[in-house]
Every structure is written in structure tokens, then in C-alpha cells.
């Protein structure tokens, strides 16, 4: 995938920055990952720790089972109150679940009209985050009321396009490495749509790969390395 490098030059900056997460169960992370860190942890340590900015703010706001239309009945709650300089989004899985296709154009609709608040409102960078895949061939009700989830990827895609956010495409990212190691899905998924510490080590990699801040040789960097 092609890198994003927009927030290199903020990142070199002295001036803190605050990070804003906001989504559903995959980005709270709770529940699926037991004792181990989620995605947003492992990139506040990459952020604090391992790049030298002790003084950034990583605040993950995301709440299991929610959907768009519920972040944006909080939305002054869950994302303006803080003026972040980043906000990092994941959201559409629940949405797959509760939306016919034929309200899609609707639901991309209210998703850019919220991106367009928070550019005005300030944000310096948006992250757009496609759903990682959801296990198709399992015939289990969470998964088969999901089977709509790579249409939203799409409008995630074209949200990303137009609205300058940097795009951080997991569905993409997990089907490369699924051809390379069919193995990887398996190891990757708590069930059928929530991502284990692996899936999270995945998303972890992807995010930072497309920021431009990855680094194989780095102590996160070295964790459960899919090749």
C-alpha cells in the first residue's frame, strides 16, 4: 500500500499533539484482548516511548457495539471536547450490521459531514480506518449479518479521498498477508470480526506503516512479526 506521509512533518515538530481514537469494539479493546494491548496502545508507545514525545495525549474514546449514528449524537462528548489535532476514526462494522446497502449514500453522507465539522473545527489531520475483514466462511450470526462490510470499506476509501485523511486500509492490509499466509486471518481474529493481540499487532503495523513511523527493528516493532 502507498504510504501517507501527511503527518510527517507535524511528528517532527516539538509542539504536542493529540491524538484522537473514536469507533466501535475494535478500537475500545477491550473484552477480545484479555491481558494483552490494543492497537492504540501499542501506537501510544510508539508515540511516546519509542519517537520521544512524552508530552502527546493518545485518548481512545471508542465504545463495543457502537455504530456512526450513535458517535454522532456524542459527538461534542466523544471527540470536539478535546480539540484534538489528529482524530483517528474506525467505524462500519456495527454499521454493516444494521444498514441496508441501499442506505449506504446516507450513512457516507452524515460520516463526511462529520469530517467536514472537525476540519472546521480545527483538526489538523483526519485517519480513516477501513474495518479489518470479517470471516466470511463462518456460518455465525455476527459474521453473516456483516457480509455488507467491504461496501463500506469503499465508502471509507472515497470518504478518505475526499476529505484528505489518511487512509489506513486493514481489510486490504489483511488480504495481502492472508495471500502470503493463510495462516495469518486464523491467528488474527478473537471470532469471527474482533481481532485478537495479533489482529491488533496487524493493525498496529498497518497504521504505522502508512504514517511513515514503522520500524521493524524497534522493540514493537519486533512483536509477532508477520512476514
Not at 456524542?74 to 456495527?94: A, D, K, W, Y
Given at each position: ?24 469494539s ?27 514525545r512524552?508530552?502527546?495525549a493518545?485518548?481512545n474514546?471508542?465504545?463495543g ?5 450513535q ?46 465539522r ?16 470479517v ?5 455465525r ?25 489518511v ?7 489483511w488480504?495481502?498477508r492472508?495471500?502470503?499466509n ?35 527493528a ?9 512476514q
Open positions: 500500500m502507498k504510504k501517507s506521509p501527511q503527518l510527517v512533518p507535524r511528528l517532527q515538530s516539538s509542539e504536542p499533539i493529540t491524538w484522537l481514537f473514536c469507533g466501535d475494535i478500537t475500545h479493546g477491550s473484552v477480545h484482548l484479555l491481558e494483552f494491548r490494543s492497537y492504540v496502545q501499542l501506537f501510544e508507545e510508539r508515540i511516546r516511548t519509542e519517537l520521544k512524552p508530552l502527546d493518545v485518548i474514546t471508542a465504545i457495539g457502537w455504530t456512526l449514528a458517535i454522532l449524537k456524542q459527538e461534542s462528548h466523544l471527540i470536539f471536547r478535546f480539540r484534538p489535532t489528529v482524530v483517528s476514526m474506525c467505524i462500519g462494522m456495527n454499521d454493516a450490521a444494521h444498514i441496508e446497502l441501499d442506505q449506504l449514500d446516507a450513512w457516507e453522507t452524515s460520516y463526511g459531514e462529520l469530517l467536514q472537525l476540519r472546521e473545527a480545527g483538526t489538523e489531520h483526519l485517519i480513516l480506518h477501513t474495518p479489518p475483514l470471516d466470511v466462511a463462518s456460518m450470526p455476527m459474521a453473516q449479518k456483516r457480509l455488507n462490510a467491504p461496501h463500506f470499506s469503499k465508502a471509507i476509501r472515497r470518504l478518505a479521498e475526499t476529505h484528505g485523511a487512509l489506513i486500509d486493514h481489510e486490504h492490509f488480504i495481502d492472508a495471500k502470503a493463510e495462516r495469518v486471518t486464523l491467528f488474527s481474529q478473537s471470532d469471527t470480526i474482533h481481532p485478537n493481540t495479533y489482529g491488533h499487532r496487524m493493525m498496529f503495523e498497518c497504521l504505522c506503516r502508512q504514517l511513515d513511523i514503522w520500524d521493524p524497534s522493540q514493537l516493532g519486533r512483536l509477532f512479526q508477520f
